[in-house]
């Protein structure tokens, strides 16, 4: 049970109050004392000293708050568990013990947004008995500068079978929250307002998924996410009738679309740990997304001893034949992407097929395996979950045949088997070196970290849909804050909503360490280069970062983000529906001069998708600010190298 923290606090000592105070905690000072007390409070406070998660016992019913710079993120909510026999943990218990500590290191992930990884915060943990049962558990509560967290632990030696949470999320008035469901498009709504959806065979409700985004009246935003979700179920939320400001935790019962068993509860071998409940926070909507990294910091680490063989990059989809995997080699080696990959009908229909070992007639599978590998290329295969029967046999098989990866189509997240079953999956994978994709309705839950194999999952309305600009700006603060975003980019495509200039800016905005591009597409169409200025910029982007900073941004509106690889910057603007020029300083910049290739919107044309990309360059140095200027739906993108 991950209920110890691994690292050690900086300093330890013992305390013989009830509860510590917040200001002793800042200090650093870490303890462990019994207690047993009617009311009781305790803050963990961010070692900046910005954002403060307070747990609080009144009456013997627990309770927990959240603000950033004196703001209110949560206003006081509801904490607890619900076990299958009516027993609610939280509504009546006693404090029997307190620790405190704080953590300030640093790690290193296999990818990422940035190279270096900061991990720093303070904890409160409480144990607590409910005094109708005797059973113990425990709250565990974080605070972060990028956020707030917090957790239960089953703490007897047994099982508990687990049916719901008491945990509320209880927002100030004016907040808005941007609720989707499945591969619906994001609706900001009141919290108390979420619409109705489920059928008779799924969770049926005033539900949204997370990731959760909410904006405040006075500024502020935060995302609610998950992390370190095993052998436990999905959280949605739900609104609450007669309570606008609050959402309720609410245990999938259902997997997503609705086509596995029912699990109305959770058997847990005890002592256990649920997932972490976050709260990412922005004092700025440019802020949040730098914060997104606290959903990795919660998740356990890697469980991969070797991790050198895991190799981020970028993706060609060929057609299903012989020629068209050739042809989508070639086009990788010459295009600088890294893999291609056979999709959906490569082993027969793939909603009836359920042997994914033979491909089709069409497709002589090892000798693109050999071109390919002789090229330095990667194969990924599609594979739908009814072809998954025996993954430890079909992954063997793909490692011998020398595949890279696969992709998992019409994954059943929801419930506690399915969290396991894709856990599994992942470290099955990784026994045979293999990449893994999950598709459709699949939730982050930070395990990219501990799996890092995992190295991208969909789980949003993609671009395959051809969605709204006005989606597309609104990603980066709410889906992509729980993690990597496969969203296969389609440049050059008369069925998008946006300017060629917006796509190709997808590749610096989003975080997507697996990036599909030129989605819908065959190589043929780009033999004439000069018709596609925007070649070189898909080329050169890498798809994992050193270091990365959102410089601007509104939800549903703007995003601007610069990330770097080595010493070239790689910076991305996208706006919605509104023609829109941001003024960017460069002070993110080293010393020196760079050469600014700017691919940026022509003048606008008949649709977004008819706007010409215009090509220039310039030199600027850190004192430069760039005007970014963007046509209705469009975008920048902006290659910063040192001269």
């Known amino acids: 049970m991950p209920v110890p923290d691994r690292r050690e606090p900086s300093r330890r000592g013992l305390l013989k109050g009830v509860a510590a105070t917040a200001a002793a905690a800042a200090l650093g000072v870490a303890g462990t004392h019994p207690a047993e007390a009617a009311d009781a409070s305790v803050t963990a406070t961010s070692l900046d000293g910005t954002t403060t998660i307070t747990m609080s016992l009144t009456g013997g019913a627990l309770t927990w708050s959240a603000r950033r710079d004196g703001r209110t993120v949560v206003a006081p909510s509801a904490l607890g568990l619900r076990l299958s026999d009516g027993t609610s943990l939280g509504t009546d218990v006693v404090l029997t013990n307190y620790q405190h500590w704080h953590v300030d290191t640093t790690w290193n992930p296999v990818y990422g947004r940035n190279a270096t990884v900061s991990d720093t915060y303070q904890e ?10 005797s059973i113990n558990f425990g709250v565990q509560i974080r605070a972060y500068a990028s956020g707030v967290a917090f957790r239960y632990v089953l703490l007897d030696q047994g099982s508990a079978a687990v049916a719901g949470e008491l945990t509320t999320f209880v927002f100030p008035d004016g907040t808005l929250v941007y609720s989707a469901r499945d591969e619906d498009a994001y609706n900001p709504v009141a919290p ?3 619409p109705s959806t489920g059928t008779s065979s799924t969770d049926t409700g005033p539900l949204t998924d997370l990731p959760l985004t909410a904006t405040y009246a006075d500024g502020l935003i935060a995302c609610v996410c998950e992390s370190a979700r095993a052998n436990y179920p999905r959280m949605m939320l739900s609104s609450v009738s007669g309570q606008p400001n609050t959402l309720a935790a609410y245990l999938m019962r259902h997997t997503a679309r609705g086509s596995g068993p029912v699990q109305t509860t959770s058997t847990l071998t005890t002592p256990s740990a649920t997932p ?20 990795l910091n919660l998740a356990p680490p890697s469980a991969l001893s070797d991790t050198s063989w895991i190799k981020p990059g970028k993706v060609f989809r060929c057609n299903l034949t012989t020629a068209d995997g050739l042809a989508g080699v070639d086009f990788a080696a010459a295009r600088g992407l890294q893999y291609i990959e056979y999709d959906a009908g490569w082993y027969g229909p793939e909603g009836s097929t359920t042997d994914a070992t033979r491909p089709i007639t069409a497709i002589d599978l090892p000798t693109v395996l050999s071109y390919a590998a002789g090229k330095g290329i990667g194969v990924f295969l599609y594979v739908n979950r009814i072809a998954l029967s025996n993954p430890d046999s079909l992954f063997a098989l793909y490692r011998s045949w020398g595949v890279a ?14 969290t396991n079953q894709i856990v599994a999956w992942a470290r099955t994978a990784a026994t045979y070196k293999l990449l893994i994709d999950m598709h459709d309705d699949v939730r982050p839950f930070g395990y990219e970290r501990t799996y890092p194999n995992w190295i991208s999952l969909e789980g949003v309305r ?22 990597p975003m496969d969203y296969t980019i389609c440049y ?4 998008d909503l946006t300017t ?6 997808m590749a610096a905005v989003y975080y997507q360490p697996l990036n599909f591009l030129y989605w819908y597409d065959a190589p043929s169409k780009y033999s004439t280069t000069a018709n596609w200025p925007g070649l070189p910029w898909f080329d050169a982007v890498p798809t994992t970062w050193d270091e990365s900073r959102t410089l601007a941004g509104s939800i549903g509106e703007y995003i601007a983000v610069a990330r770097r690889s080595g010493a070239t910057w790689y910076l991305g603007a996208m706006t919605d529906e509104s ?4 003024s960017v300083p460069l002070s993110f910049l080293g010393g020196g001069t760079y050469t600014a290739t700017v691919y940026a919107d022509g003048t606008p044309g008949t649709s977004p998708y008819r706007t010409p990309v215009v090509v220039s360059t310039r030199t600027v140095t850190s004192a430069t600010v760039l005007s970014v200027a963007m046509a209705p739906a469009g975008g920048q993108a902006v290659i910063l190298k040192p001269s």
């Open 124 to 133: 409160m943990r409480w144990n607590l008995r409910d005094t109708r049962t």
């Open 192 to 194: 108390g307002s979420l």
């Open 276 to 295: 972490w409940r976050a709260v990412v926070i922005g004092a700025t909507h440019a802020e949040l997304v730098d914060n997104a990294e606290l959903v």
């Open 405 to 418: 990866g696969v992709k998992l189509g019409f994954i059943n997240d929801g419930t506690q088997a399915m």
């Open 462 to 483: 993609g671009n395959e849909h051809f969605p709204t600009a006005g989606h597309n700006v609104t990603l980066p603060f709410a889906r992509n804050i729980g993690g």
């Open 492 to 495: 050059g495509q008369s069925r």
């Open 500 to 505: 060629n200039a917006h796509q190709m800016a």
């Open 579 to 582: 023609a829109r020029t941001l």
